[in-house]
């Protein structure tokens, strides 16, 4: 579809649910209607029609879900992390809600905040391309749990150890050798201990 047939076809739907919304004021096409100026570029037509709606509709998450597009399309980004915020609280398996909030977040640099809401939408859609292509759009994350884990064993096997005035003396039995942990005595100054561990290493 052309450009011009688009924006025809547009104008006839804003048409059609302006005349709807005139028979029934308490309708919820005045999301469509909203949606529709967003699209063909008017904005603040858009934005005068999704305000109103939701001064009688405060908890319809496709209204705030169109609200947050029109603020984030004005660079309102608080505000639009707002509205995407309200509309997940209202609807917490909202796809659209789901994707717009980490668009929003990925276009502020704010990875970290985009990846946990793409992996929920996955989780409901594993096979939609646009949620998989945003996800491989992410920056890769060192795995932080397999260092910490690490430095847990390190910290424990220290813990497990006496502390003399002489150095580290073992209280029930004898740290498990490593290279980490003989350069970590090195470091602490316990010349000994580094080279006892180092021997062990070597046999």
């Known amino acids: 579809m052309t450009e011009r ?9 804003i048409a059609a649910y302006t005349e709807i919304l005139s028979k029934d ?3 919820t096409i005045f999301v469509s209607l909203s949606e529709a100026y967003r699209k063909m570029g008017m904005l603040g037509d858009a934005r005068q029609v999704i305000e109103r709606g939701l001064e009688t509709n405060a908890d319809f998450s496709p209204a705030h879900i169109v609200y947050a597009r029109i603020l984030c399309q004005q660079g309102e980004y608080d505000e639009s992390e707002t509205a995407f915020r309200k509309a997940l609280e209202n609807d917490p398996e909202n796809l659209a809600a789901l994707v717009g909030s980490a668009r929003l977040f990925i276009l502020l640099g704010q990875e970290d905040k985009a990846r946990p809401l793409l992996l929920d939408a996955r989780e409901l859609s594993p096979a939609d391309p646009v949620i998989n292509k945003l996800l491989l759009s992410l920056p890769e994350i060192i795995e932080e749990e397999k260092v ?5 064993d390190l910290e424990e096997q220290i813990d497990s150890s006496v502390v003399t005035d002489e150095g580290i003396e073992s209280s029930e039995s004898p740290p498990l050798a490593s290279s980490t942990l003989a350069d970590l005595y090195l470091q602490q100054g316990l010349t000994e201990q580094a080279l006892d561990m180092y021997r062990q290493l070597s046999t």
């Open 148 to 152: 910490n884990d690490t430095k847990t």
């Open 5 to 13: 047939n688009q924006q025809n076809s547009l104008l006839g739907k």
């Open 25 to 27: 004021p308490t309708s």
